[in-house]
């Protein structure tokens, strides 16, 4: 019998699609470390995030619920919630987190909660901004004349393009790089921290998470990335293509013609990540702890790119470019690939872990672990969700957290997704609809699709039969509290 794992490393990168990775078929060298961890690694080729974006996907990694078990008006980590650092502290791990300045991952959502080391790079001047030329007077006199040139047919378009490329020569500066434009702590810098805490931790099992951001918007890769991508973007050109992909003025026709240099630095951010995660695992074989170590790897959540008239990861729909992630699970003595068919959700990670620790998961984690079917050889038929308040994009605006629920049900090769708002839902067959162009009929696949209907009936009654309002009050009564304390700082 194979001896378990003695220590856990999980790392996850923000927004990374499961097609712009090399070992599920990019044909771009984005991930050269990974397809090579890949060949001794399983790997999910059918992974789904359990929510859209991080604040509704991450609590399902970390803790093994649903985003929406505890009330939708829940963002984040409850107080006292088990989660896979609370439950390893509490077996004896040492545990650490490092996380590249994403605010929803924060000790204001609870995600310290377990960890004896977290920074989430949030304090200090990590994160920079990009300035704005608008201001005072002249900000009150684009809007007054954008009022006005809108009222006339065609004019409000030309002037809208005027004033854009006013602002991009206003804000253009000598002193850019891609260094300075970037928004948050590249994936160079968590890993020089979590090899200093590991020089110091490696002795005896510990259980540390990444989370990686190089390949989120605003889209700044690393100039040594960009060159190994044979890209040849200059930090204006990407400060200029960065403005243009967030403009609300434009058609997807005029978008599409920026897309392919956008994706050249989204990938380059991937690769970025990439090569710093292979540092990760040297520094793991010099201080001997590899060959004990289990590592995941996986996204957050997906990206889109106009496939579907969007771009970025706004929770206003689920399909397959924002929910489908890599996933690889790579097991010390396990030498060979093992490529899985079966769908699985981010949910069934930590359960999943537990088991390949040889440690009882919580009674409260939600997800399934298949650990036994990895090893046995198993195939397994478990419906997937994903979940979301549709069009919560700030959550911090409480009131957009009771926008309905958007669900996805993944089984095999067929998803059904279910708009509470309109009350409708699409099935798709996904094998031979892979970007989810052509909604099967009412008619077709009835059998199925009544299947897939009862699941999402019995998900969200069992979510609401087994919510825990003593978790759902700590997460009031810390926002409470927060809110109170930025109230309360002097200006």
Not at 230 to 250: C, H, P, V
């Amino acid at each position: 019998m194979r001896h378990p794992a003695r220590s856990f490393v999980l790392v996850t990168i923000d927004c990374l699609r499961a097609d712009h990775v090399g070992f599920l078929g990019y044909s771009r060298n984005t991930t050269p470390f990974l397809d090579s961890l890949a060949a001794e690694s399983f790997v999910f080729k059918n992974a789904m995030a359990s929510g859209v974006p991080t604040y509704y996907s991450l609590p399902a990694l970390l803790g093994s619920r649903y985003p929406l078990a505890l009330g939708r008006d829940v963002i984040g980590i409850a107080p006292g919630e088990n989660t896979l650092a609370s439950e390893l502290s509490e077996c004896g791990f040492r545990t650490a987190a490092f996380l590249a300045a994403n605010p929803y991952i924060s000790t204001a959502f609870g995600y310290e909660g377990g960890f004896e080391v977290f920074r989430d790079f949030l304090s200090g001047s990590e994160v920079s901004r990009v300035p704005t030329p608008e201001s005072g007077v002249r900000h009150r006199t684009n809007r007054m004349l954008s009022r006005a040139c809108h009222s006339v047919p065609l004019l409000g378009a030309a002037y809208d393009e005027l004033y854009f490329q006013y602002c991009q020569r206003a804000a253009t500066s000598d002193k850019d790089s891609l260094e300075s434009l970037r928004r948050f702590p590249a994936a160079d810098v968590i890993v020089d921290c979590a090899s200093a805490w590991l020089d110091e931790n490696s002795g005896g099992p510990f259980f540390l998470w990444l989370h990686l951001m190089d390949p989120h918007a605003p889209y700044y890769p690393k100039l040594e990335a960009l060159q190994d991508m044979d890209g040849e973007i200059t930090a204006s050109e990407a400060k200029y293509l960065n403005s243009f992909w967030q403009r609300t003025d434009l058609g997807t026709e005029r978008l599409q013609t920026k897309r392919d240099a956008i994706v050249s630095l989204y990938d380059a951010g991937v690769h970025w990540a990439d090569a710093q995660i292979r540092r990760l695992v040297q520094k793991l074989r010099e201080l001997k702890a590899w060959d004990q170590c289990a590592l995941a790897f996986t996204a957050d959540h997906g990206e889109e790119f106009l496939e579907h008239g969007g771009r970025f990861h706004s929770p206003l729909k689920l399909t397959e470019e924002l929910v489908h992630v890599p996933l690889l699970l790579r097991v010390p003595s396990y030498s060979e690939r093992c490529d899985l068919e079966s769908p699985i959700g981010l949910i069934d990670v930590a359960p999943t872990v537990f088991d390949l620790l040889d440690l009882p998961a919580p009674a409260s984690f939600r997800g399934r672990s298949c650990w036994r079917s990895l090893t046995n050889g198993w195939a397994w038929d478990w419906p997937v969700f994903t979940e979301c308040a549709s069009g919560c994009s700030n959550p911090l605006d409480v009131e957009k957290r009771y926008s309905p629920r958007l669900l996805a049900v993944r089984r095999r090769d067929y998803k059904l997704v279910i708009d509470f708002a309109s009350g409708t839902d699409s099935l798709y067959h996904i094998s031979s609809d892979p970007h989810e162009r052509r909604p099967l009929a009412a008619g077709e696949a009835r059998e199925l699709r009544k299947d897939l209907l009862n699941c999402a009936r019995k998900h969200v009654a069992e979510s609401c039969a087994a919510r825990n309002f003593d978790l759902s009050l700590g997460c009031q009564l810390r926002e409470f509290r927060l809110k109170h304390s930025i109230a309360g700082r002097p200006n």
